[in-house]
T-cell receptor, first 111, second 115 residues
Framework: TQLLEQSPQFLSIQEGENLTVYCNSSSVFSSLQWYRQEPGEGPVLLVT?????EVKKLKRLTFQFGDARKDSSLHITAAQPGDTGLYLCAGVGGNFNKFYFGSGTKLNVKP | DTEVTQTPKHLVMGMTNKKSLKCEQH?????MYWYKQKAKKPPELMFV???????INESVPSRFSPECPNSSLLNLHLHALQPEDSALYLCASASTTGDLIGGYTFGSGTRLTVV
């Protein structure tokens, strides 16, 4: 079982649609990060959220950290084909204060 | 320089071969990591080096042997691998293992195929 569960696992949408990806845990995390990974490449850090309730915006991407620091969401407005990739949440938490990756969300944006 | 460079990008090796993967960063990061990633799955931690010393080995088989010659370089020596070891091998670095607020910087990976 994953300490960080992401949903949905797969998402295929048309260009211009909005979407939200969720990252949930039963454990508290000191910080959470979101990465995007394109095929054949390594993950690229998009954002780090640290404070419960924090909201960060990166152009069309909005990231939120839950008040209890157990969950996070990524909202994309007007998705574009360039947003296609594997989205991973990650963070330090759990009983052993280790770094964990989420289960991943594979996004495909069709032109 | 804000990159982690991995070589080679692709590697095909037989089960009796010995090969090495290389990783280099010049950001002054003192934590370096090897991850293994299967298709459409999240990366799985293999090894962690902190200040050039191995601090975590996630029960990785001995056919994988890491080495950190200096603070900028990380190698992964491969010997007698199995076809199921085929995967994308990712190197990552962070300022220190205790400070991940800045996140990891990942290399582009080595796509390994064992035949």
């Amino acid at each position: 079982t994953q300490l960080l569960e992401q949903s949905p696992q797969f998402l295929s949408i048309q260009e211009g649609e909005n979407l939200t990806v969720y990252c949930n845990s039963s454990s508290v995390f000191s910080s959470l990060q979101w990465y995007r990974q394109e095929p054949g490449e390594g993950p690229v850090l998009l954002v780090t959220v640290v404070t419960g309730g924090e909201v960060k915006k990166l152009k069309r991407l909005t990231f939120q950290f839950g008040d209890a620091r157990k969950d996070s969401s990524l909202h994309i407005t007007a998705a574009q084909p360039g947003d296609t990739g594997l989205y991973l949440c990650a963070g330090v938490g759990g009983n052993f204060n280790k770094f964990y990756f989420g289960s991943g969300t594979k996004l495909n944006v069709k032109p | 320089d804000t990159e982690v460079t991995q070589t080679p990008k692709h590697l095909v090796m037989g089960m009796t071969n010995k090969k090495s993967l290389k990783c280099e960063q010049h950001m002054g990061h003192r934590a370096m990591y090897w991850y293994k990633q299967k298709a459409k799955k999240p990366p799985e931690l293999m090894f962690v080096y902190s200040y050039e010393k191995l601090s975590i080995n996630e029960s990785v088989p001995s056919r994988f042997s890491p080495e950190c010659p200096n603070s900028s370089l990380l190698n992964l020596h491969l010997h007698a691998l199995q076809p199921e070891d085929s995967a994308l091998y990712l190197c990552a670095s962070a300022s220190t293992t205790g400070d991940l607020i800045g996140g990891y910087t990942f290399g582009s990976g080595t796509r390994l195929t064992v035949v």
